[in-house]
């Protein structure tokens, strides 16, 4: 059996559900990925079962040609931003073979959106059999795009649960020294409402005398936004052995998004037992994240909103913190990498 990813840039997340397509499916994957558009130094791991070719080095010509060599059962196409991409999906599509588009977009019902489900309603069918999304919201735009439910699969995206879930066996020393400490982990970007961040945490130290100290972890041009800020410290983006020590040593999730499609960072929080602090423009929040039961949401524009948020966190007694991080762990579960793997199979399966 033999599976054909046409994909954009390649995460750390795959690597598990590779993986599992490999040894419990026994697929023969071959990946296509950009390498061209990088925002992160991540290098794909070699593996058994597993192909990789750099986008740089095929046009449509030698596009058409390896995928004509490779001969799949099935085609995963990540979106419909990369036109050689569509031209080799609709060639296969006549042909009966499965064509799955993966998306973890959310619907705001915008002028572009609007326009895209009205093209997808009217041409979708010639290049996509089904589509593959992360949680509700998406499913709901998979919708407006006109898949019905029978073509819809759900469980699109997963962090690497096996690596975060260790973390879980640590709880108990958290329970004698439980660390005040916010953390968000992400890029230093606009859309990621790194400047309602900041201006939140001042407001938190300030007005609402908070003790807790803030990291953020990552890269991005709008890093220069901490400088200066007291009780506030910066890394540099890590690979995932540095991150679980980072998770291990920080007291609850941060992620302060204006509009935020399907952010991994979230799941591998909640993976890695924390309690949660979540803006209303994060679009797998209503997975894992129940407003008092692990965490606290906030709406997207307030910065009070969000330091209030941060405020609450830091009243609750490290008991109350613990069960938290216990209720966080439980909805992490919600998805996985072999239920990610067993979704997109399920397809080929059931035929």
């Given at each position: ?18 993986d ?7 697929v ?17 791991v ?9 986008r ?7 596009l058409?040609?390896l995928?004509g ?12 931003m990369?036109m050689?991409y ?23 019902g915008?002028f572009?959106q ?11 069918r ?20 006109g ?16 690596l975060?879930h260790?973390?879980h066996?640590?709880?108990p ?10 953390v968000?982990?992400?890029?230093f ?6 400047d309602?961040l900041?201006?939140?945490f ?12 803030l990291?953020?972890?990552?890269g ?5 936004l ?9 890394l540099?983006?890590v690979?995932q052995?540095k991150m679980l ?7 609850a999730f ?26 209303s ?14 965490g ?6 307030s910065?009070?909103?969000?330091a ?15 069960e938290?991080?216990?209720?966080s762990y ?15 199979m399920s ?5």
């Amino acid at each position: 059996m033999k599976i054909l990813y046409l994909y954009s840039e390649l995460s750390p997340y795959l690597r598990p559900v590779f993986d599992i397509y490999v040894k419990t499916y026994g697929v023969e994957l071959h990946v296509v990925h950009w390498d061209h558009t990088r925002r992160t130094p991540y290098q794909p791991v070699l593996m058994d079962g597993v192909f990789y070719y750099k986008r740089s080095e095929y046009n449509l010509a030698k596009l058409k040609k390896l995928t004509g060599e490779i001969v799949p059962d099935l085609i995963y196409v990540v979106g419909w931003m990369d036109m050689d991409y569509l031209r080799i999906t609709r060639k296969y599509r006549a042909r009966g073979i499965p064509v799955i588009v993966g998306f973890d977009d959310n619907w705001f019902g915008n002028f572009r959106q609007r326009l895209g489900s009205l093209v997808m309603r009217s041409i979708g069918r010639l290049f996509f059999s089904h589509a593959f999304v992360s949680f509700a919201r998406q499913y709901e735009f998979a919708k407006r795009m006109g898949f019905k439910d029978e073509n819809i699969i759900s469980n699109l995206l997963s962090c690497d649960t096996h690596l975060f879930h260790g973390l879980h066996s640590k709880l108990p020393a958290k329970r004698i020294n439980y660390p005040h400490t916010f953390v968000y982990i992400g890029r230093f970007s606009q859309e990621k409402g790194i400047d309602l961040l900041v201006q939140a945490f001042k407001l938190y130290r300030n007005k609402f005398a908070g003790t807790w100290n803030l990291l953020c972890v990552g890269g991005g041009g709008l890093r220069c936004l901490f400088d200066g800020v007291e009780n506030l410290k910066v890394l540099d983006f890590v690979d995932q052995t540095k991150m679980l020590s980072i998770l291990d040593t920080s007291g609850a999730f941060v992620m302060p998004s204006y509009k935020d499609m399907c952010p991994l960072a979230v799941h591998e929080a909640a993976s890695a037992c924390l309690p949660l602090i979540l803006s209303s423009g994060v679009g797998n929040k209503s997975t894992f994240l129940i407003d008092g039961f692990n965490g606290y949401s906030f709406n997207s524009t307030s910065v009070r909103g969000l330091a209030l948020a941060m405020h609450k966190i830091s009243l609750l007694a490290d008991s109350e913190l613990i069960e938290m991080s216990e209720h966080s762990y439980v909805l992490s579960k919600r998805v996985s990498p072999e239920i990610t793997a067993a979704s997109l199979m399920s397809i080929l399966l059931n035929e």
